[in-house]
């Protein structure tokens, strides 16, 4: 399996910035695929921004503009760079990967255990 786990979140005044990272680590894997999710009290998870690797990235219509998701894969880590913050962006962000296990030839998918973001108005 792999493990991922996040770190940056905090409290943040709106307007100001505040990025994310998210380390992924494991025996013998390749990251097709690394992003962030967020999940706000009652609602659903949802797409934030999200790396194909040697593809594109995608990105929630609601944060077009003011965050910016990337990687660094020798490290094997995706950061996102958040402007410009909303109150509307508070949440429990989560990390992401969409790995190959390269010992057992199968896909998987793991989570972060998810770090909380707060911006106050």
């Known amino acids: 399996q792999v493990r991922l786990v996040e770190s940056g979140g905090g409290v943040v005044e709106a307007g100001g910035s505040l990025t994310l990272s998210c380390v992924a680590s494991?025996?013998?894997?390749?990251?097709?695929?690394m992003g962030w999710y967020r999940q706000a009290p009652g609602k659903q998870r949802e797409l934030v921004a999200r790396?194909?690797?040697?593809?594109?990235?995608d990105y929630a219509g609601s944060v077009k503009g003011r965050f910016t998701i990337s990687r660094d894969s020798a490290k094997n880590t995706v950061y996102l760079q958040m402007n410009s913050m909303k109150s509307e962006d508070t949440a429990v962000y989560y990390c992401?990967?969409?790995?190959?296990?390269?010992?057992?030839?199968?896909?998987?998918?793991?989570w972060g255990q998810g770090t909380q973001v707060t911006v106050s108005s």
């Open positions: 790396s194909i690797t040697n593809g594109g990235t």
């Open positions: 992401n990967a969409d790995v190959v296990l390269l010992a057992e030839t199968r896909t998987s998918t793991s």
């Open positions: 494991g025996n013998r894997f390749y990251i097709t695929a």
